[in-house]
């Protein structure tokens, strides 16, 4: 059963912020699933208009952390700065820290982490004029393509797409070799037991 990653997002999406991450996922192997507040499509926004639309999959209060692996959150000015306001939104951010799995943010989505106050303490990156905005929420802020910090995946802008999207690829490889680690462990203990057992 293929992993599945959860896109937020709404209306002034930075287009090739979740239709090319969205892609390469795809082509990987991963379910992707895009969840907004709005129903039917959404619009993204490209160089300065608005662009192609994206059929939102699931509503976002039908939506919860356990579903899934990971979770992607395309930038765009107007995008994340709608969703920081929506508490749904917030709390399935929240979750998916406490659960430990991958959160990846791109441009002007790590606005969403602050809201969620995620980023004290934790190495990020982002959009240039949100920077300010992470260093006063407690963030270390770096200027590079990728920031990894645990579970947290950041970048900076449509650029960094390759190399955010691997990263995010990577974190849930590791995830299943983590996964099938722990899977044999059991298995050694099952048949350390019923050796045991036979022993006696």
Known sequence: MAKRVL???????EQSELIE???????AGYETVVASPSSGKIK????????LSVTVDADIEDVSEDEFHALLLPGGQMNPDVLRMDQRVIELIE???AANKPIAAICHAPW????????D????????????????????????????DGNLITSRKPEDIPAFTQALI???????????????NEEDETDDHEAEETER
Do not use: C, M, Y
């Open 7 to 13: 896109i937020i997002a709404t209306d002034g999406f």
């Open 21 to 27: 991450p969205k892609k390469l996922l795809d082509v």
């Open 44 to 51: 993204g926004w490209n160089h300065g208009e608005w662009g």
């Open 95 to 97: 979750d998916f820290d």
């Open 112 to 119: 969403l982490l602050i809201e969620a106050e995620i980023v």
């Open 121 to 148: 303490g934790r190495t990020v990156t982002g959009w240039p004029s949100i920077l300010t905005d992470l260093e006063n929420a407690g963030a270390d802020v770096v200027d590079q393509e990728v920031a990894i």
């Open 170 to 184: 990577d974190a849930l490889e590791a995830a299943d070799d983590e996964e099938e680690l722990e899977e044999d």
